[in-house]
Nanobody, 123 residues
């Protein structure tokens, strides 16, 4: 059974940084893309970033490009999201996801999902 467990969420002030982690288990994730979506109250879940197995292809939403960095440790099946210069607009539940079919998730819904971790940015 595939399991994705996020950690690292919390409260930050505008301009702060925060790193999220997601540990995948339950199968081998070789050739799986891993990544992140987020959902704010009253809004649809939106793509944040995704990374291909091996890190050869990386994709970001325009809203986070230049501020967020996605990376993964394939030996540990962990994906990270380093978030810098956070703003109130980044407040959301952040969901980890995994998929074997596609690695660009800008217009795609991955198959496996975690339970989410809350990130709140407020002064």
């Amino acid at each position: 059974q595939v399991r994705l467990v996020e950690s690292g969420g919390g409260m930050r002030q505008p301009g702060d940084s925060l790193t999220l982690s997601c540990t995948a288990s339950g199968r081998t994730f070789a050739n799986y893309a891993l990544g992140w979506f987020r959902q704010s109250p009253g809004k649809e879940r939106e793509f944040v970033a995704s990374i291909r197995w091996g890190g050869g292809s990386i994709y970001y939403a325009d809203s986070v490009k230049g501020r967020f960095t996605i990376s993964r440790d394939d030996a540990k099946d962990v994906v990270y999201l380093q978030m810098n210069n956070l703003g109130p607009e980044d407040t959301a539940v952040y969901y980890c996801a995994a998929d074997a079919t596609a690695d660009n998730w800008k217009d795609y819904r991955p198959y496996y999902w975690g339970q989410g971790t809350q990130v709140t940015v407020s002064s």
